[in-house]
């Protein structure tokens, strides 16, 4: 650090005095400036490179997971941990589409409704019973909320609807098309979990 710290300073201040200064022999300045990186200081700044090329490649919303993947494709020896400590050397970081990441939050659920489907999994007719859930997408623009609905018995989705807000709408307009789609003669069980966006009342519109 002392060394890199003279060569870069060299323009500004004498190399006789910043060795004075640092304790150093500037022999040994000299002697560093021919060779000035280890063979593994070489070798982690080679793989640096590759590692912010990818990155750069894929659009920078990679972490040093999915980058790890991306060396080893290109025939590169190199654990995870590895990749993780050149994403630092490269001062590269994995970008989300938005400032607030969607996780869970602290709460109480609105509406605590019975188990009625009690883990029974096993459907023997189609439209007879449905489950729901939300999962976010990451883009470049923010995150994108998706609704499904499955039917148990095959195992399809039969609904689902994408918005920008992860809202109680964005749940209705799932089971509206799932239902759209599959017209039920019958009553059907839908399950979900306690989330606020399926046990609360929906948004009233805007004017």
Known sequence: ?????????????????????????????????KVPLSKRAREDERQAKLVKDAWEARG???GYRKLHDDLMDIGETCCPNRVARLVQIAGIRAQIGDKKRPGKYGGKPSLVVDNTLDRQFDVEAPDKAWVTDITYIRTHEGFAYLAVVLDLFSRRVVGWA???????????QALLAAVWRRKPNGRVLIHSDQGSQFTSMPEAPQS
């Open 1 to 33: 650090m002392r060394y890199a710290f003279i060569a870069e300073h060299r323009p500004i201040f004498s190399i006789r005095a910043m060795c004075r200064c640092l304790s150093v022999q500037p022999s040994g300045f000299c002697a560093w400036l």
């Open 60 to 62: 920078k919303v990679y």
């Open 162 to 172: 994408m918005q920008g807000r992860q809202t109680t709408n964005v749940v209705l």
